[in-house]
Nanobody, 117 residues
Framework: QDQLVESGGGLVQSGGSLRLSCAASGNAFQITTMGWYRQAPGKERELVASITTFGAAEYAGAVKGRFTISRDNTKKLMYLQMNALKPEDTAIYYC???????????WGQGTQVTVSS
């Protein structure tokens, strides 16, 4: 099981952009589907996007067309490019390994994204 560290969050104005990064260590990243998750105040943690080892991506309906998930297997990095941000995107964003449609790694500290109105 790899260690995962999220970064890139911050405070942005509505309509702005951010790029989140997820850095992995160890050998599992290159052979594992990955996912970005978020948890907003008062809500359950939800899957935002997922990406297979070869780059096939899926998105939650709320972010489709605005967010792009990508990965660089040689650098063991995963990204979430977030454009046209809305206040409802405000949440702590996490990355994790996925197996059989569920997260199976340990949850890290995440990175805070705050979008002002």
């Amino acid at each position: 099981q790899d260690q995962l560290v999220e970064s890139g969050g911050g405070l942005v104005q509505s309509g702005g952009s951010l790029r989140l990064s997820c850095a992995a260590s160890g050998n599992a990243f290159q052979i594992t589907t990955m996912g970005w998750y978020r948890q907003a105040p008062g809500k359950e943690r939800e899957l935002v996007a997922s990406i297979t080892t070869f780059g096939a991506a899926e998105y939650a309906g709320a972010v489709k067309g605005r967010f792009t998930i990508s990965r660089d297997n040689t650098k063991k990095l995963m990204y979430l490019q977030m454009n046209a941000l809305k206040p409802e995107d405000t949440a702590i964003y996490y990355c994790n390994f996925r197996r059989n449609g569920v997260a199976f790694g340990s949850w890290g500290q995440g990175t805070q994204v705050t979008v002002s109105s």
